[in-house]
Each structure stands twice: as C-alpha cells, then as structure tokens.
C-alpha cells in the first residue's frame, strides 16, 4: 500500500488480519516510525488521526475505525514491534506501557545496535503468526535522507539502517504486506524522498546488492 498518512494502515493491516482469520491464522506487526501512532481520540493533542492508528488495530477507540478487522482486534499487542521511536507523547507513553507493544527507541538501537533489535522484533513478529505486515512510515528515518515528510523529527534510521529493515524482512520470507508512507512531494528535495521509497519496497521485496 502507497499512501499519505499513517492511518492508512488501519485499513491495509485490517485486510490481511481478516485474509488470515478465515484461515484461523493471524499476523504480526513491525511498525517502523519516529513516532508510535498509539494516540486516542481522547488522549492526543493535535486531533490528528494518523497519530492513532495502531491503537484502533489493537482493539481501542473509535468503534468504526477499531472493528475494521472484524470483532477482534486486527493484531494482537504480543506480535506488535515499533522500531525507529523517537517523539512519543506523553499520554502516549502510559498507552504503549498499557498495551505491552514492544517499542524499540533510537537510543535502544543506538546503544545495541539495529542488527540485534531487528533479530528481536522478527521474532516478536513471527511468533505464532503466519508472516507480519510490514508498516513503514518514512519519517522512521532520518530528514536528512528523507526530507519530504510532514512529521520529521531529526535522530533517525540512516538510508543504510532503513534498507537492512528492509532487506531483513524480506530475508525471512514471512512478509505478507507492506504500506510506504507519508510522503509529501511538495516537501521533497529533489525527489530524494520519493526515489528512496521506492529503493525500500523494492529491498522488501527482495532486492539484495549482489
């Protein structure tokens, strides 16, 4: 799925939890942002839907939203992993603790490093799952390398970092879906942004350097 905001995933992620259910099987969630989207109506300071997404795929919020997935929620917290964190609000903070997802902060993966949290996260993933979908919003990574977004927030994923995501979930070969998002081309320099996303899908997808 290419799309604008986040919230797209409400959608896109709820597709496939309902594919899977039919066959008694569910799915993972590796959520790669700066932010954890994880807001509630309630609880989110700008009113910004695309802040809230993973909390309606977890069975929370606006009833219409939340049961996109059916009666169940679309994923189950235990399979949810964040990657790339970097500005949680504060409600949002008591809400990922509520919830158990686990969320992987820049400063976890600067101080272990992006290669082991990445090994966690797929097992977290993959857990009892039939493959994950993959949820990439671009401002996971840093401006300087992806300067067309509407949310950037320095300290991110390098363009190395954000291809071994990539390339990683494609190594495993339980991806079942992927969504490419916030791009804003008329935040772009250059098409840098846009040339980049396409460079990830296509590493999801397989693409190796040899």
């Known amino acids: 799925m290419l799309g604008g905001d ?5 959608g896109s992620v709820s597709g496939q939890a ?5 066959q008694d099987e569910s799915i993972g969630l590796l959520w790669i942002d700066a932010h954890t989207d994880i807001n509630l109506p309630d609880t989110s300071p700008s009113g ?3 802040g809230m ?3 309606h795929l977890l069975g929370r919020g606006i009833p219409s939203l939340r049961r996109l997935a059916g009666k169940q929620p679309a994923v189950k917290a235990e399979n949810v992993a964040l990657l790339g964190i970097r500005s949680v609000d504060r409600t949002e903070r ?3 603790k509520e919830t158990g997802v686990r969320a992987y902060t820049m400063t976890e993966i600067d101080e272990r490093g992006l290669p082991t949290c990445m090994q966690e996260a797929l097992g977290i993933v993959s857990n009892g799952t039939a493959g994950f979908h993959l949820s990439f919003d671009l401002d996971g990574v840093d401006p300087r390398v992806a300067p067309g977004v509407g949310t950037a927030v320095f300290g991110g994923l390098t363009y190395r970092e954000a291809h071994f995501i990539c390339e990683a979930s494609a190594r495993t070969g339980n991806l079942v879906g992927m969504d490419m998002v916030e791009l804003n081309p008329t935040l772009d320099d250059r098409n840098t942004t846009a040339e980049l996303a396409v460079e990830l899908v296509l590493s999801a997808l397989g ?3 040899l």
């Open 6 to 10: 986040h919230s797209i995933a409400m």
């Open 18 to 22: 309902l594919h899977h259910r039919a």
């Open 48 to 50: 910004n839907i695309h």
């Open 53 to 55: 997404p993973l909390s």
């Open 94 to 96: 008591r809400i990922v």
């Open 207 to 209: 693409k190796t350097i």
